[in-house]
């Protein structure tokens, strides 16, 4: 007999919110954004990101605070899901408009406790978020795993975003955005919480 060991939940809900006025927002936010458009273009980022230009978006705009106040209650949630005694605190909000064929390479959030993104528009075809098993690099000599293997057995496992739905992670879990096929522009708002 087997038991699971050193589970990785992956939390997800679905957000009542409205999502054209966040759409809105991150579009003007990217046509006012001149430092946030050439970070993204002197690092590769097809698109544009707030993530190293403003840190002040709940300030900035009230859907920004709407929005930290419902993922600040979600996160508190999944504290208590995987047992923590500590109210998470929101660190980082920023923004994501991803050009089609855009990805963001495998990375995690040092200095977080969660982490997360929040999906406003996802056109068919857009790039799915993909989490990489943390036990990987101790792998050395593990064989493949069939492509049949139960979810918590998987080496990678994709998931396919949908416009209003939010995803929250462990920070220290490696994760990328895949590149896609979709025809416009994928919107989303991603965080970290301390």
């Known amino acids: 007999m087997s038991r699971q060991l050193f589970a990785t939940p992956l939390y997800e809900a679905d957000l009542a919110i409205d999502l054209a006025e966040i759409a809105h927002s991150i579009r003007s936010l990217a046509e006012d954004d001149g430092a946030g458009r050439r970070w993204a273009k ?7 990101t707030s993530y ?3 840190n002040d978006l ?26 923590w005694d ?7 909000l920023w923004v ?5 064929g855009g990805h963001h390479s495998a990375h995690l959030h040092p200095h977080s406790i969660l982490s997360g993104t929040f999906y406003v528009e996802v056109p068919e075809g857009a790039g799915a978020i993909r989490f990489e098993d943390p036990r990987l690099p101790m792998m ?3 064989p ?3 492509t049949d293997a139960p979810e918590p057995l998987q080496t990678f496992v994709t998931v396919r975003p949908q416009p209003g739905q939010l995803l929250l992670w462990e920070s220290w879990l490696r994760h990328e955005v ?9 919107l989303s708002v991603s965080f970290n919480f301390a």
């Not at 500590?86 to 980082?92: G, N, Q, T, W």
């Not at 994501?96 to 089609?100: H, W």
């Not at 895949?178 to 994928?186: I, K, N």
């Open 96 to 100: 994501n408009l991803m050009k089609p």
């Open 178 to 186: 895949l590149p896609g096929a979709g025809r416009s522009e994928r």
């Open 52 to 54: 190293a230009s403003l």
């Open 42 to 48: 002197e690092h590769g980022y097809k698109g544009y």
């Open 140 to 142: 050395m000599a593990a």
């Open 58 to 83: 709940p300030r900035r705009d009230p859907v920004f605070a709407d929005l930290g106040r419902l993922l600040t209650r979600h996160a508190a949630t999944f504290a208590r899901d995987l047992a």
């Open 144 to 146: 493949t795993r069939r």
């Open 86 to 92: 500590v109210k998470p605190k929101l660190d980082s």
